[in-house]
Antibody, heavy 122, light 108 residues
């Protein structure tokens, strides 16, 4: 059974960089046809897609966050990571990592991590 | 603002049928996927593609699409179906993904 687990600091200061890692177990991050994505959810609000990466390093980013986001992959560790720079209180959210299947006209996130709350505060 | 529009809240009597909709121009070209989220939990995929259910999802959940509208139907809603439901699809350009604002389903 595929499992994803987010890890990283739960508290980040304003203007600093948020860094999270997602560790994939029970399967290979190098599987073809799957991307690996980050999604966030501010407290009491809806889901927002941040970006996705293929094992080769090909990425898609949310245009509204693109200038501040970097997603990378480490196939040797079966991990992928998120960096979000110049954070503000508006970046406070539960951050999820998920596996994304992209196939012609359809796409979906079929496995999710449990999520990790990141608070931006001094 | 989201490019996929959902009603904020919908209610259904126990055992009845409810349809949750998602509207957006991109849905004319791409299928939506649907996620159920209960308080304090990660979202769970319930419908993807034309009308596909992952293993373990009850067959009372079904999906459909017409024009710019995708729908999630729950036939015979149960108390445990009370949750937030989100649709997701590519944007109109096909270059990124967007979630709908979510629909809070109450089972009366």
């Amino acid at each position: 059974q595929l499992q994803l687990q987010e890890s990283g600091p739960g508290l980040v200061k304003p203007s600093e960089t948020l860094s999270l890692t997602c560790t994939v177990s029970g399967g290979s991050i190098s599987s073809s046809s799957y991307y690996w994505g980050w999604i966030r959810q501010p407290p009491g609000k809806g889901l927002e897609w941040i970006g996705s990466i293929y094992y080769s390093g090909s990425t898609y980013y949310n245009p509204s966050l693109k200038s501040r986001v970097t997603i990378s992959v480490d196939t040797s560790k079966n991990q992928f990571s998120l960096k979000l720079s110049s954070v503000t209180a508006a970046d406070t959210a539960v951050y999820y990592c998920a596996r994304q299947r992209i196939w012609f006209g359809e796409s979906y996130f079929d496995y999710w991590g449990q999520g990790t709350l990141v608070t931006v505060s001094s | 603002s989201s490019e996929l529009t959902q009603d904020p809240a919908v209610s259904v009597a126990l055992g009845q049928t409810v349809r949750i909709t998602c509207q957006g121009d991109s849905l004319r070209s791409y299928y939506a996927s649907w996620y159920q989220q209960k308080p304090g939990q990660a979202p769970v995929l319930v419908i993807y593609g034309k009308n596909n259910r992952p293993s373990g999802i009850p067959d009372r959940f079904s999906g459909s699409s017409s024009g710019n509208t995708a729908s999630l139907t729950i036939t015979g809603a149960q108390a445990e179906d009370e949750a937030d439901y989100y649709c997701n699809s590519r944007d109109s350009s096909g270059n990124f993904w967007v979630f709908g604002g979510g629909t809070k389903l109450t089972v009366l």
